[in-house]
């Protein structure tokens, strides 16, 4: 279990708060658990690869009114196929290759003020890709 502590925005005040989020990387199970108490509420997450259960949690969130203020939740974040059991992911350009040096920690502080839900980011990776 991995208890990872990030920022969340209150989309509505801009208000900052700091929670803790567990993270249960395929120990019990084949699948990603992400799970956090916001605010009495309870959010949870999985999926069998670890991109995809962070998008639903952070969708999950944007739902209720908060965006993670991490590298998951950037417009340019993608994972790889061969990334899927890993909390990393490539932060990309277009009109680029991703990198080594692109791969950042899914989780890390990102200091951003807009929030992509998950349809967003898969138009941005669509395009990426074409590009």
């Known amino acids: 279990m991995e208890i990872h502590e990030v920022v969340l925005m ?3 005040t801009g208000a ?6 567990e993270v249960d990387e395929a120990e019990i199970s084949e699948n990603i658990y992400i799970n956090a108490k916001i605010k009495e509420r309870e959010i949870t997450s999985s999926n069998y690869n670890y991109l995809p259960a962070y ?3 952070r969708d999950k ?8 203020k991490c590298n998951g939740s950037r417009l340019n974040a993608v994972q790889s196929g061969m990334m899927g059991a890993t909390d990393k992911v490539y932060l990309v350009e277009i ?21 992509p839900d998950t349809s967003q980011q898969n ?9």
């Open 16 to 21: 900052e708060l700091t929670t803790h989020v």
């Open 61 to 68: 969130l944007l739902e209720i009114g908060y965006g993670i």
């Open 123 to 131: 138009d941005f990776f669509e395009h990426w890709i074409k590009r």
């Open 95 to 115: 009109g680029r290759q991703a990198l080594m040096k692109d791969i950042v920690h899914i989780w890390d502080y990102a200091d951003i003020d807009t929030f």
């Open 10 to 12: 209150e989309l509505n």
């Open 55 to 57: 998008q639903e949690f």
